[in-house]
Nanobody, 124 residues
């Protein structure tokens, strides 16, 4: 029902910027979309989420003021603009979508569909 494809990952020095893209197709209305990340040996972490129709956004405390999630409905794409990157941001980043109301927008268990992930590496 939903397909998600991430792109835009790469390697950057601390203080730099990257923009991740998540191109999506769906046969049903997507209610929430989000970005998660997982570093080796660490649990998956919700980074940012958006309810597209209402433009409501949520951010993890660790990225507030540095990351911005947005959606372009004409392009069926969700973006994650990442500025002032830190080595601690190094992880595989995943796009996720939910077709129903999400009670906790940054909780992975609330999302049904996931992309394959894109690697972000920040060097000091």
């Amino acid at each position: 029902q939903v397909q998600l494809v991430e792109s835009g990952g790469g390697s950057v020095q601390a203080g730099g910027s990257l923009r991740l893209s998540c191109s999506y197709t769906s046969t049903r209305n997507i209610i929430w979309m989000a970005w998660f990340r997982q570093a080796p040996g660490k649990e998956r972490e919700g980074v940012a989420s958006i309810r597209p129709i209402a433009r409501i956004t949520y951010y993890a405390d660790s990225v507030k003021g540095r990351f911005t999630i947005s959606q372009d409905s004409a392009k069926n794409t969700v973006y994650l603009q990442m500025n002032s990157l830190e080595p601690e941001d190094t992880a595989t980043y995943f796009c996720a979508a939910a077709l129903r109301w999400v009670s906790e927008p940054l909780r992975g268990a609330d999302y049904n569909y996931w992309g394959q992930g894109t690697q972000v590496t920040v060097s000091s």
